[in-house]
């Protein structure tokens, strides 16, 4: 009798520690990611805007209770600058950030978006547009079109261009090889020069061998980020664009899969993203510019009235062009004329 009690009791204890784990794997479950993203960007490992995106990554998952787990890859992890939008839109990786005018073919409208050359530098006007004027919802229709959800842009400094050789007037553009994808290029071609859609990535390499004789960057940060004074020294004074406005992107499949609190804790930290970038990328400018400058980076001569004039020629007729490449693009720049009235 005692030998059958406890072989009960041995049998009660073994079906309660089952229990017990199972309600344990359960709740492991629970807690574990229900989504598990992968977010595609523009910046090496270790530059200064590759830690934001890290930050933008950790808020995602803050914010979600872990329920939405996000894994950063960097420039050429798997993912290439001009493969990002598509990558998004397959699949292939959940979350991008792409720089638009590399992708003026797929996505005409991130053209525009991105700032025309002579845009705006007031991020007072441009948080307008994109909020008040209609621009965030003709961009959700836009990406929204391609299988993309369209989430709160960021905006960066101006857009400068490094050359190998100083530029003493606007005719020192004829003939170079600038690296400048999209509009940017586009408006260098009306000065002369020969523009060349390369990486971010690549800037280096191709100004030491002599692939380009220059390049824009993002912003000063970029170059400085690049060491890209190290085989260019010279900076001309006119920025391409006052400002420059990115998005953040996601694969519409896999936002459908979150619930509506989810969806609003992701659009939260891209809204805190978009704070930190325009918060930190003012100081880091400032910063950038007296690094290279120690390192031995001359500006160009002040422009001439001439130059001045021959700089903004160079960047009226984009707005038409723009304009009749699709429906989105034209009424971006409805807007924008709009505003001229």
């Given at each position: 009798m005692l030998k059958t009690l406890l072989k009960v009791k041995k049998q009660l204890v073994a079906s309660s520690l089952a229990v017990a784990l199972g309600a344990g794997?359960?709740?492991?479950?629970?807690?574990?990611?229900?989504?598990?993203?992968?977010?595609a960007n523009l910046y090496g490992r270790g530059t200064a805007f590759g830690e934001i995106y890290e930050n933008l990554a950790k808020n995602i998952e803050t914010n979600t209770d872990g329920a939405v787990k996000v894994q950063v890859l960097y420039s050429g992890e798997g993912v290439g600058t001009t493969g990002i939008l598509g990558a998004v839109k397959s699949g292939l990786v959940t979350m991008g950030a792409p720089f638009q005018s590399m992708?003026?073919?797929e996505l005409p409208a991130?053209?525009?978006?991105?700032?025309l050359p002579g845009g705006t530098d007031d991020t007072d006007e441009l948080h307008e547009l994109f909020y008040d004027k209609g621009w965030g919802e003709i961009l959700t229709e836009a990406y929204g079109s391609q299988g993309l959800v369209w989430l709160d842009p960021y905006i960066q400094p101006p857009v400068y261009i490094i050359t190998k050789e100083p530029i003493n007037s606007v005719e020192d553009f004829k003939g170079l090889k600038i690296r400048a994808p999209g509009a940017y290029g586009k408006f260098l071609r009306n000065l002369g020069a020969s523009p060349v859609s390369l990486a971010w990535s690549e800037i280096y390499t191709s100004l030491s061998t002599g692939v380009i004789d220059g390049s824009i960057g993002s912003n000063m940060i970029d170059h400085r980020d690049g060491n890209h004074v190290e085989v260019a020294k010279y900076m001309y004074r006119l920025p391409l664009a006052?400002?420059?406005?990115?998005?953040?992107?996601?694969?519409?499949?896999?936002?459908?899969k979150l619930t509506d609190e989810q969806k609003e804790e992701v659009r939260a930290a891209t809204k805190t993203h978009a704070e930190e970038q325009l918060t930190k990328s003012?100081?880091?400018?400032?910063?950038?510019?007296?690094?290279?400058e120690a390192k031995g980076l001359k500006w160009s001569p002040e422009p001439s009235e001439a130059d001045k004039k021959a700089w903004a020629a160079a960047g009226a007729g984009l707005w038409?062009?723009?304009?009749?490449?699709?429906?989105y693009s034209k009424r971006l720049i409805d807007v924008l004329r709009a505003e001229q009235k």
């Open positions: 794997a359960v709740a492991t479950s629970a807690h574990a990611a229900d989504q598990n993203w992968r977010f992708h003026a073919g991130g053209v525009v978006e991105i700032g006052g400002a420059q406005v990115l998005p953040i992107v996601v694969n519409r499949n896999a936002w459908n003012k100081k880091w400018e400032s910063e950038a510019v007296a690094e290279m038409d062009e723009y304009a009749a490449s699709d429906e």
